[in-house]
C-alpha cells in the first residue's frame, strides 16, 4: 500500500523560509502528479502547489512567487520550499499523491506542522 512522510515543517519567524520534504514508498511515483495541500483550524484542505510526472506545475495564487514545488523522481521525493513566510501560511501540510494539478486522489501523506510567527 502507498505511504507517503512528509518532513520539514517547523516554526518560523515571518519572512523566513522552510523546506518541506515528502517521500514516497509501495508506488510506481515517476509516473503521478504529486501535490501539496494545507488544512487550517476551522477552513478547508486547500491546493498549495502541484506537479505532473513531466514538472508542469499548478500554484494557487496565495503563494505564487514564494512557493516552488520540486520533485525527484529517482528518490521518490516532492519537496516545497516555502519563502517570504506570513503568519496566513500557518497550516497543517498534507502530501498528496496521484491527483491531477487541482484535484487530490486518496493517497495522503499523514501531514507536518508549519506554524509562523508575526
Known amino acids: 500500500q502507498v505511504q507517503l512522510v512528509e518532513s520539514g515543517g517547523g516554526l518560523v519567524q515571518a519572512g523566513g523560509s522552510l523546506r518541506l520534504s515528502c517521500a514516497a514508498s509501495?508506488?510506481?511515483?515517476?509516473?503521478?502528479?504529486m501535490g501539496w495541500y494545507r488544512q487550517a483550524p476551522g477552513k478547508q484542505r486547500e491546493l498549495v502547489a502541484s506537479i505532473t510526472m513531466n514538472g508542469r506545475t499548478n500554484y494557487a495564487d496565495s503563494v505564487k512567487g514564494r512557493f516552488t514545488i520540486s520533485r525527484d523522481n529517482a528518490k521518490k521525493t516532492v519537496d516545497l520550499q516555502m519563502n517570504s513566510l506570513k503568519p496566513e501560511d500557518t497550516s497543517v501540510y498534507y502530501c498528496?499523491?496521484?491527483?491531477?494539478?487541482?484535484?487530490?486522489?486518496?493517497?495522503w501523506g499523514q501531514g507536518t506542522q508549519v506554524t509562523v510567527s508575526s
Open positions: 498528496n499523491l496521484g491527483g491531477s494539478l487541482d484535484r487530490p486522489s486518496a493517497y
Open positions: 509501495g508506488s510506481i511515483f515517476a509516473i503521478y502528479t
